[in-house]
């Protein structure tokens, strides 16, 4: 007899693949609007989540991650020949500079502006290795990094921005095969407003399924085709303070919805959770050994604002196998002092299976940033590791490679 086994990370992708394709195609086309439920992956009704206190998670015996990101900014061969040999020693000297810090994990940028720093079927090539979007090199940029960092003992994560087309003019020009140009210049209406602009910046509208479906069979395929230990996300959902670039949606949901609709902040809060537990199961269902992150604001009002229902992840099994949260702050910040922040972060991620590993601003050292209190320490970076550690944080992240040298 043969015996099938599955883990129970990949059997809770497997029930979140059902119950998002339910929410997606039960009551409504891939070409409307999600009427999404806010916390999609919820236990039975009358039973509590399963959480654990902060000393219980902080007891795991798993290694104390210490990982660096490498921005969008690091990877723009820009300056360069623009050839794989030019690549190859960008990343060489990332990846080398990242192990002499004494770093473990890189969180490489490979999918910054609906784009690909790798091979993608859906997605254009980046603007940084060609100098134009959607012109395609000869190598495979994502496959070179990761051998470089095996061969260095680094874990590698893919770095993604799923939402984001452009911010701040960036790039300036859009290849024919990025979606956003696909879907405004076809004939069919119904996926016009598969994006929306707010304040100049365009975004991925995450209210419709196809949207949703794009994003994740992203995902899958960048699990299935490179070594990489994980995906991890950041804090680009919906802009803040614009109610206006997805009202469109949130009527024709809420006629849909009746008496029982949810507020607009709610809403979107659904969309934003039905598309992370999404990249979830796509992640554990493709590959049972790699993980998958999410990076929010430090602030709880910010998140707030963006529609990242950070709570639910972190107390939640299946949203995420880690949080890091961007604790960008001073230990003596006027108003969000870091101690506190990192208590705060601590309680908050109490699921028993996600970490927390503190993003800290590498970037911010030796400046008079937070009111000029990143002064008043020389020993900033290495006291707020020492305190994560004390706090229970499962590792931290430093932001970003381009202050290294500050260590």
């Given at each position: ?328 702050v001073s230990q003596s910040h006027p ?24 993003s800290l601003a590498l970037y911010k ?43």
């Amino acid at each position: 007899m043969t015996h099938f086994h599955i883990s129970r990370k990949q059997l809770t992708a497997l029930l979140l693949s059902v119950l998002v394709l339910a929410v997606s195609v039960g009551l409504i086309s891939s070409q409307s609007p999600a009427v999404t439920e806010l916390s999609p992956v919820s236990p039975p009704e009358g039973k509590p989540p399963e959480v654990s206190s902060p000393s219980q998670v902080s007891a795991e015996t798993q290694s104390f991650v210490k990982a660096v990101w490498v921005p969008f900014m690091s990877l723009n061969l820009a300056g360069t020949d623009r050839t794989e040999q030019a690549a190859r020693k960008r990343l060489t000297e990332i990846f080398d500079k990242i192990r002499s810090a004494g770093a473990d994990t890189v969180f490489l940028h490979v999918h910054p502006f609906c784009d690909a720093l790798y091979k993608s079927k859906s997605f254009p090539s980046s603007h940084l290795l060609s100098g134009q979007q959607g012109k395609n090199v000869s190598y495979d940029f994502l496959a070179i990094a990761v051998t470089l960092a095996r061969q260095r003992g680094l874990k590698l994560h893919a770095w993604m921005n799923p939402l984001r087309v452009s911010y701040n003019q960036t790039p300036s020009a859009f290849a024919e095969n990025n979606p956003y140009v696909k879907w405004q210049n076809d004939d069919d209406i119904a996926n016009d407003r598969y994006t929306f602009e707010s304040n100049g910046n365009i975004y991925l509208n995450a209210a419709y399924p196809a949207v949703r479906r794009l994003i994740t069979d992203e995902v899958r395929e960048l699990v299935s085709h490179y070594d990489i230990d994980g995906v991890v996300i950041d804090d680009y959902f919906y802009p803040p303070d614009d109610m206006e670039c997805d009202r469109a949606e949130y009527d024709l949901y809420c006629d849909a919805a009746g008496e029982t609709y949810l507020s607009q902040a709610n809403w979107r809060k659904g969309n934003i959770n039905t598309l992370v537990s999404a990249m979830y199961s796509a992640v554990h269902f493709t590959r049972a050994d790699c993980q998958f992150g999410i990076s929010p604001q430090c602030n709880l009002s910010n998140n707030e604002k963006i529609s990242a229902d950070v709570v639910s992840w972190g107390k939640i099994n299946g949203y995420a196998d880690y949080l890091s949260p961007q604790t960008y702050v001073s230990q003596s910040h006027p108003y969000l002092p870091f101690d506190s922040s990192v208590d705060q972060w601590r309680s908050l991620v109490c699921c028993p299976d996600t970490r927390l590993y503190i993003s800290l601003a590498l970037y911010k050292v030796g400046t008079d940033a937070d009111n000029g209190t990143w002064l008043l320490k020389k020993d900033n970076i290495s006291s707020q590791i020492d305190y994560a550690r004390k706090a229970g944080a499962d590792g931290y992240a430093l932001y970003s490679y381009q202050d290294i040298d500050k260590l």
